[in-house]
């Protein structure tokens, strides 16, 4: 079988795959890309298409232009169940509707111009493994045939599949297996419509128990008259697929069933939870959803699994510097994920369990009382944390919207307690790989005993 050597390979040019060969195209390694599509699918998985943009200058990467942007968003309208209640989440430049393929491929081009070798329509089966490290991967090239690739260090990006990752030997702590329930299976369509889209630059989101069950459906504008439009539905409790409720239910409604052409439909899974306990292992890296770095409250993951390419970028430089690619010498990746978005993530998580066992009726009200108003969401989405640990009128103004609602109240200020908890447990993610196993008891633990305290059914 034929034989290539590279510093690092790549598997998977996604968003994780392709930002970490961009970011490391001027490292001097020699680094191979490999994806089973060709470059009509890069970034091919379906998405939403928005990502906020913060996400390219935080790591180092190009925004989005030309034929790559196609809409800026300014705004976000976040819906109640009846739709009387409406949030208006105001933010002038804070995200792009992007094309994928266009923002994907340029990355790919920039790094091969740089000397980085990409293999499309090549599909890696499994990582070659010696004694306790992983030393390459097989794959099957449709021009090349069969080929080992040899490298230093693997890096798993293919997405919620975790190719790579979920065939290394189970005594690994790298591999994991979260319940169903911490998953999405979410479901889109891009069509253009038979109407002019109001403020093509709003993106908005609906959440009903009634027709996306554990997470919310949208309608993403991407111009006057072409729309994203999708669901998410929690995995593991018996709900319906998305696209049956999108075929059944949305596409009803006028501004769902008003299609004139049906530019591409696909669905695919989706973790909404905190991200892997350890993202390295001896000559081995995973990031983007193969790690679970996806924001679990709204399932955007295109920038988290940027920020982990970044991370890994630079935990990837120092290996070399170091001469060291096992667990210890990779380590920085965790350390550096793990203490920052990690923690953030991980709140989150806590955040999404109880958003999921709330009822039609208590969103109504919350949404319609202004509760986690812009102030509150913003506040969320950015430290992972409520507001009202900032300041004594925050906090005293969402206590006087909750008045009505004492049970909640009570819950709020628990699940608060449990954010801040977790969030600490991530920033004193340990120095050391050899404590590894007794953070991750205690991360399980804690998580455990917040099911218990808010009574979380999954
Ligand atoms: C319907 C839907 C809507 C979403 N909406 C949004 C949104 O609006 N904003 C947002 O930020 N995120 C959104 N997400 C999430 C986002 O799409 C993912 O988090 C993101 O694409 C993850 O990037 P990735 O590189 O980790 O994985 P992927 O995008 O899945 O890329 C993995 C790559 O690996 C390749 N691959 C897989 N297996 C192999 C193999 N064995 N050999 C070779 N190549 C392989 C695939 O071809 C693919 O190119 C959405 C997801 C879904 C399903």
Known sequence: ?????????????????????????????????????????????????????????RNGLPHPSGEALMQVVNGALVYSPSEEGVLRLVGEGAGYMIDRNKYGLSLLREAQKRGVDIYFKSRASHPIIEDIKVTGVKVHSEDLGDIEFKAKIV?????????LRRKLPKDWLIVENPPETDFVVAYRKVVEVNYEIENPDHIRLYFNENIAPGGYW?????????????????????????????????????DVGGEVRVISEAGAKIPTRRPSNTMV????????????????????????????????SEAIIKAFQNNDFTLRGLWTLNLGYMKTTGAKQ??????????????????????KKGLAGA????????????????????????????IGKPSLLMKLMNVNDYMKRVKSLYKSYPEDPDELPTWITKVDSLYKEYKGALNIPF
């Open 1 to 57: 079988m034929r034989s290539l050597t590279y510093d690092v390979v790549v598997v998977g040019l996604g968003p994780a795959g392709a930002s970490l060969v961009y970011l490391l195209r001027n490292s001097g390694l020699r680094v191979a890309g490999i994806d089973w599509v060709g470059p009509e699918g890069v970034w091919g998985k379906p998405c939403g298409d928005a990502i906020g943009a913060g996400h390219f200058d």
């Open 155 to 163: 890096v798993d990006a293919t997405g919620s599949g975790g190719a």
């Open 218 to 254: 949208w309608l993403f504008p991407k111009g006057k008259n072409v729309a994203n439009i999708g669901l998410g539905i929690q995995m593991g409790r018996g709900y319906p697929h998305p696209a049956k409720v999108y075929r059944e239910v949305l596409a009803k409604r006028p």
């Open 281 to 312: 292992w001896n000559g081995f890296i995973t990031i983007g959803d193969s790690a679970y770095t996806v924001d679990p409250i709204h399932g955007g993951g295109m920038g988290y699994a940027m920020t982990a390419a970044k991370h890994a």
């Open 346 to 367: 991980a709140a989150l998580d806590v955040l999404r369990q109880f958003l999921q066992t709330l009822s039609n009726e208590e969103i109504e009200w919350a949404i």
């Open 375 to 402: 102030e509150e969401v913003i506040s969320v989405f950015g430290e992972g944390e409520f507001s009202m640990t900032a300041g004594f009128l925050e906090k005293l103004n969402v206590v006087v919207k909750l």
